[in-house]
């Protein structure tokens, strides 16, 4: 599988996912798809690959501590004079 292939968008927006992908994915009649738009262009995923790229991309990051961190120096900033 190359990791390239064109699709045709048809009637009502569908496009039809090739055999050798759905195949490779699982993916099945049903099986929910996330389309995201970003600034690279358009990404058409499984909820789980989803969820992975995600789990991935905030691996390492300690969003409470920012979060928190963010807080305090609000809150200094409106304690001081």
Known sequence: MSGTHTVIVGDRGRIVVP????????????????LLDTPGGI????REQLRTRVREELAGLD??????DDRRRAAADEDAP
């Open 19 to 34: 055999a050798e992908v759905r195949a490779s994915a699982d993916l099945v009649e049903g099986t929910p798809l996330v």
């Open 43 to 46: 990404v058409l995923m499984t």
């Open 63 to 68: 969003l409470i501590g920012d979060l928190l």
